[in-house]
């Protein structure tokens, strides 16, 4: 047995192998659905609403499949002078392709308590920022045809909710 050829040959593995790793590799994601709007729209009231704009194309959910939901924006919180804690939450949903029914509200922006954009202590929309939340829908959600959308609420006293610039998309 030749001594010096199997040190070699290891040594030779390892460098195939640690090569290998730097390889890139290409993640695959299918675009199914979208929305954008370019205009800026405006709400008040504290009962939630549909964004305008934001619903997209129905799509084909397989079985056994999870799905990424990303809203993005650009948004500002109106409240009252010294309020600085007035928030606007967004939920991203999926509807039924046919009725427009609710039928899942996407982890994490389920309820009020998740803060897409805030107000800054003083009256007006001068906070612009732009904002972004992807949401998870489960592998184990029926498979079926789908619309997703996303709807709006002012907490905590905010007045008024400004979106500019946004889009809704949904990967597989």
Not at 63 to 75: D, G, K, M, P, Q
Request: with cysteine; net charge negative; glycine share 8%.
């Amino acid at each position: 047995m030749n001594f010096i050829a199997t040190p070699i040959r290891a040594i030779a593995a390892a460098a195939v192998l640690a090569a290998s790793a730097l390889v890139s590799t290409t993640a695959s994601a299918d675009s199914l659905g979208y929305a954008v709007a370019t205009d800026n729209w405006t709400f008040s009231g504290t009962s939630q609403v549909d964004v305008e704009g934001m619903v997209s194309n129905v799509f084909t959910k397989t079985a056994n499949v999870r799905l990424i939901l990303t809203f993005s924006a650009e948004c500002a919180v109106d409240a009252p002078t010294g309020n600085p804690n007035a928030w606007m939450d967004v939920d991203i949903v999926l509807l039924n392709a046919t009725t427009n029914a609710v039928v899942y509200t996407a982890a994490p922006t389920a309820g009020s308590g998740d803060a897409f954009c805030s107000s800054t202590g003083t009256a007006g929309y001068g906070h612009w920022e732009s904002h972004s939340v992807q949401a998870l829908i489960p592998y184990n959600l029926a498979a079926g045809s789908y619309k997703a959308a996303v709807k709006a609420r002012l907490n905590n006293g905010g007045t008024g909710g400004w979106l500019g610039e946004r889009m809704l998309t949904v990967m597989q």
